[in-house]
Nanobody, 126 residues
Framework: VQLQASGGGLVQAGDSLRLSCVAS????????MGWFRQAPGKEREFVAV????????YYADSVKGRFTVSRDSAKNTVYLQMNRLKPEDTAVYFC????????????????????WGQGTLVTVSS
């Protein structure tokens, strides 16, 4: 499975961006597709996830109410709509696929994901 993330850029605080992540490769099936981010000098952290079957979504507290994750099953694509962006949202954003439910890790843990995209940089100026 290959993941291609796009949509990052330089915006001002309060602006919006929409990230996309397209999955391709062998017959695609996943349990969940998630978004993580990594700011300079910090650990990669969970942002949001959508459960492929059913569409349930979960968010980090820091983005809840501002970010929305969605999917287009026909296009094997997941989106992250980011509104009211803040300078602290500046990071490289990664999409990831969890192939199956993990009994060991939470859906918010990096270890629950099998495939990762290359990342797209989001910079929010104040």
């Amino acid at each position: 499975v290959q993941l291609q993330a796009s949509g990052g850029g330089l915006v001002q605080a309060g602006d919006s961006l929409r990230l996309s992540c397209v999955a391709s490769g062998r017959t695609f099936s996943s349990y969940a597709m998630g978004w993580f981010r990594q700011a300079p000098g910090k650990e990669r952290e969970f942002v949001a996830v959508i459960i492929w079957s059913g569409g349930s979504t979960y968010y980090a507290d820091s983005v809840k109410g501002r970010f929305t994750v969605s999917r287009d099953s026909a296009k094997n694509t997941v989106y992250l709509q980011m509104n009211r962006l803040k300078p602290e949202d500046t990071a490289v954003y990664f999409c990831a696929v969890g192939s199956s439910y993990s009994y060991l890790y939470s859906i918010r843990d990096r270890q629950a994901y099998d495939y990762w995209g290359q990342g797209t940089l989001v910079t929010v100026s104040s």
